[in-house]
């Protein structure tokens, strides 16, 4: 037989390189801002938070007479959060783990751990999504409502934060002598879709990351900022399907300031993974591995004032 | 695990006098389901689809089935690409085209006979109690982005907004709109949601209507934002207001008093006094149209409250608690929805049992 290309078998043709590729891997970002709160085991499952409302001012003096003023009433509000548990798993042959050069339940344990955060990041998008205030973007040019989103979009939703006694999530990020930055303000974190980009990109007054005077204290998944807000992106940011008025799809901004929402893990319930070798599960003749992961967690949102959706059309 | 198929479950209804689809809550995604007629099997009855059965290797909405003839009870297999089983993962649901309108038909009777329907030439696929999202509504455009319900269906005809109709008899003004489109929407799945407003009364007791099945409980404190369109901009983020006020209102956000969730009226009614307040009224569509006016007035949780006793802004029920019931929740579930092809025939005790495979290398090569 005459030896040339076309003849070589294929396992000659072909090396296995055991250096895998990558896998896509989503920005988490939705739990950036949020409150970590643990719930000790063995006390239920829905963890209550409490928050005194404001007493009145009281700027009438005392007259003479020296009468004690009427009392003012001390109102609670309780805000509750159910954890809830979720898991996954995946069923490996035996057969597989002892043919295959590649070590199967490694890149099982990866990709578990990488869809238990997604899924935890998801869960807190889908919150803010369902139960955050919401404010239209409104000065853009497109024509749609909500418009694409403007610097007076930024500003009316920093104003609202304002108005609302909203604390900042981020210092200012000061001036520096070098070319083309730009000083940041005081801001509120922003999560976004990566679909923004182009709309971010268009409006007027937005600082690109690496235009900051000191990019030292930023995350990976930071775009930039305008004026008071600073925008953190991700793939799996909320997009609300065909719900504008002229029937485009809608970007669910959510402009958060400390404390406005959080995140409840139960301290027995963190997240794990579980591998269970061949002969568990009604496995008599050890055919099976599985390999899952679960995790306990909840989220609410826990001052309805520092937390706004800002809807933008545009991508 | 060994086994190729575990079992979700098994779920029994018996159909009304005119069968509509039903929605079964799973707690997995299954593989294969099936549903028997437990009244005419066997019987000298003809009925279409007397078992039917769906495999996820099927498309959404198809089905295979066993037709019982007549006399004979023998029986006839079957299939269909759609009315069958339609497999809903209410975190990923599916979307649907948007669909031409017509005509948006706003009829204020008040107090209780007011309408509004919508004027499609195609109403496929649409249930009642489903939620639909109007778009670009000409002369309407200010019920843009509402998910509202499907309270009635004339097939290929038109639909009604029952709740909407509600808050129409308790006051809301709007004009109807001309052609358009509407969409099929599922909402989302945490709990509770925000929701937009269609009406709010000016009362000692203000009540707040919807345009969907509200997820407000008795007990649970609510805030609002009114944008100034809409006039009652007083009821704007109430929470961490401390001045009671001319009217006297309590500090904070505001205590639902009593929920209404009927098949036409979805409504709270909240320990707040609006009669000084600016009146609720809905922006025109030229008024919502032109860029400021343009977001939407909307009610959302805003933590717990005393739960009163029947309704009562200052007696708590006795003894007093707590509400649990408003607990920011995922309730998210996977459902399959029945089709009428298969749903079976009328007054028919239906079985339901569904499986999920196990059996799996979890590796596949594209």
Redesign the interface.
């Known amino acids: 037989m005459t030896v040339s290309i076309s003849t070589l078998p294929p396992q000659i043709q072909q090396r296995y390189n055991a250096k895998l590729l990558s896998t896509p891997e989503h920005n988490l970002i939705h739990q950036l801002f949020a409150t970590p709160v643990e719930l000790p085991d063995n006390n239920g499952f829905i963890d209550r938070q409490s928050r005194y409302d404001r007493l009145d001012l009281f700027e009438v003096p005392l007259d003479d007479a020296q009468n004690n003023p009427p009392p003012q009433s001390l109102n609670r509000v309780d805000v509750d959060c159910r954890v809830r548990v979720y898991a996954t798993y995946i069923v490996l042959t035996r057969q597989v783990t002892i043919t295959n050069e590649d070590p199967v339940l490694n890149s099982a344990a990866a990709r578990l751990g990488q869809s238990l955060r997604e899924t935890q990041d998801a869960l807190q998008r889908d919150n803010l999504e369902s139960s955050a205030s919401i404010i239209n973007c409104v000065n853009g040019q497109n024509g749609d409502i909500p418009t694409e989103m403007a610097i007076e979009d930024v500003d009316d939703v920093f104003t609202v934060l304002q108005n609302n006694s909203g604390e900042y999530i981020t210092n200012i990020v000061e001036a520096d002598l070098k070319f083309g930055t730009s000083p940041i303000g005081d801001a509120y974190g922003c999560m976004l879709t990566s679909r923004m980009i182009p709309v971010l990109y268009n409006m007027t007054g937005f600082v690109k990351k690496f235009q900051y005077p000191n990019i030292s204290q930023t995350l990976s998944t930071e775009l930039g900022g305008a004026n008071n807000v600073r925008f953190f992106i991700s793939e799996q940011g909320s997009v609300s399907v065909g719900a504008s008025m002229l029937g485009n799809d809608i970007a669910n901004c959510f402009v958060a300031a400390k404390e406005s929402y959080k995140v409840v893990w139960q301290a027995g319930g963190k997240a794990r993974f579980i591998y269970l070798p061949p002969g568990y599960n009604n496995d008599p003749c050890m055919l099976r591995h599985t390999a899952g992961c679960s995790f306990y967690q909840g989220q609410c949102i826990t001052n309805d004032l520092w937390l706004q959706n800002l809807r933008s059309t545009g991508i | 695990?060994?086994?190729p198929f575990s079992f979700i479950g098994k779920w029994d209804y018996t159909n009304p006098a005119t069968p509509v689809a039903v929605n079964i809550p799973m707690t997995d995604k299954p593989d294969w389901v099936f549903v028997k007629n437990l009244t005419n099997w066997g019987d000298t009855t003809a009925v279409t689809s007397i078992e039917s059965e769906w495999f996820s290797s099927m498309a959404q909405g198809a089905y295979i089935a066993e037709n019982q003839t007549v006399t004979t009870n023998a029986l006839a297999s079957a299939a269909g690409t759609s009315g069958g089983f339609t497999f809903i993962d209410q975190?990923n649901p599916p979307?649907f085209a948007?669909v031409a309108v017509t005509s948006v038909t706003v009829t204020s009777s008040p107090p209780s006979s007011s309408t509004v329907v919508v004027a499609t030439g195609n109403t496929a696929g649409l249930n009642v109690g489903d939620y639909v999202?109007l778009?670009?509504i000409t002369s309407a455009?200010e019920l843009?982005?509402i998910a509202f319900q499907v309270t009635a269906i004339t097939t290929n005809t038109n639909f009604s907004l029952g709740m909407m109709a509600t808050a129409v008899n308790a006051g809301m003004s709007v004009a109807s709109g001309t052609t358009g489109?509407y969409?099929k929407?599922y909402p989302?799945?945490?709990?509770?949601?925000?929701s937009p407003v269609l009406y709010i009364t000016q009362a000692t007791q203000a009540k707040v209507y919807f345009a969907r099945p509200n997820d407000y409980s008795v007990g649970e404190?609510v805030?609002f934002?009114i944008p100034a369109p809409y006039g009652m901009t007083q009821l704007s983020?109430l929470?961490?207001?401390?001045?009671?006020g001319a009217t006297s209102n309590?500090?904070?956000?505001a205590r639902v008093l009593v929920v209404t969730n009927t098949a036409t009226e979805s409504s709270i009614t909240i320990n707040y006094d609006t009669t000084g307040f600016t009146a609720f009224q809905f922006p025109t569509s030229a008024i919502?149209?032109v860029?400021?006016?343009?977001?939407?007035a909307?009610c959302?949780?805003?933590?717990?409250?005393i739960v009163p006793l029947n309704g009562s802004a200052t007696i708590p029920q006795s003894p007093p608690g707590?509400?649990?019931v408003?607990?920011?929740?995922?309730k998210a579930q996977y459902v399959m929805n029945l089709g009428l092809n298969v749903v079976g025939p009328a007054n028919a005790k239906m079985v339901v049992m569904a499986f999920k495979a196990?059996?799996?290398?979890?590796?596949t090569n594209a």
């Open positions: 695990m060994a086994l975190t979307t948007k999202r778009i670009n455009l843009s982005s489109f969409q929407v989302g799945f945490m709990y509770p949601k925000l404190l805030d934002t983020y929470t961490g207001t401390p001045i009671a309590p500090p904070g956000a919502y149209s860029g400021a006016n343009a977001s939407p909307t959302y949780p805003a933590g717990s409250g707590t509400n649990l408003d607990t920011f929740d995922n196990d059996f799996n290398n979890a590796i």
